[in-house]
């Protein structure tokens, strides 16, 4: 599910069949709100349609609307997130090798990419674990929070 803008104040929520690739759901907005995507999860239900899980978009609320039906983000969402918080050009050994390793998510299954992901943070746990500290010492913060925001939004995609 997802929403699609056509200018500022016109948009289509489209709910699809993963299996067939026919449209459920439809519903003309002005506005991307979790209501939306509520009214629509229920317009399925109530067809008789069993929902097996949900892929859409990072947007807020989404997974607590109904916790028991598994979610999964995206993948060309997750890739916008990864390019997003590492950029195209990514400066250290670790960013570098996470994005090349997210690269490959659209081509891999989740078992290989798992294990992957599993491998960098052996390799780089270290260096992600690396903390900062403010000149008097009173205030610390982990020095690479971008790359921590990206490793732990993959390993999110996994569960």
């Known amino acids: 599910m997802n929403t699609t803008y056509f200018g500022r104040s016109f948009g289509v929520t489209v709910f699809m069949n993963s299996l ?6 439809i519903s003309y907005v002005r506005h991307e709100i979790l209501a939306h995507y ?3 999860l229920c317009s399925i239900i109530d067809k008789g349609i069993h929902i097996q899980s949900i892929i859409a978009d990072g947007f807020k609320g989404i997974t607590a609307l109904f916790p028991d ?3 999964q983000l995206c993948q060309f969402h997750q890739q916008q997130t990864i ?3 590492l950029t195209s050009k ?4 670790a960013s570098r090798a996470l994005k090349r390793l997210s690269d490959n998510i659209f081509y891999t299954d989740a078992v290989a990419f798992k294990q992957a992901l599993e491998g960098w943070d052996e390799t780089y746990r270290d260096y992600l674990d690396e903390v900062s500290y403010s000149e008097d010492g009173s205030k610390k913060w982990y020095t690479h929070k971008r790359l921590r925001s990206v490793y732990r939004s993959l390993k999110l995609t996994l569960v």
């Open 90 to 93: 990514p400066k250290s050994a």
């Open 69 to 71: 039906i598994p979610f």
């Open 83 to 85: 390019r997003r918080y």
């Open 20 to 25: 067939d690739g026919s449209i459920v759901h």
């Open 38 to 40: 509520h009214q629509g």
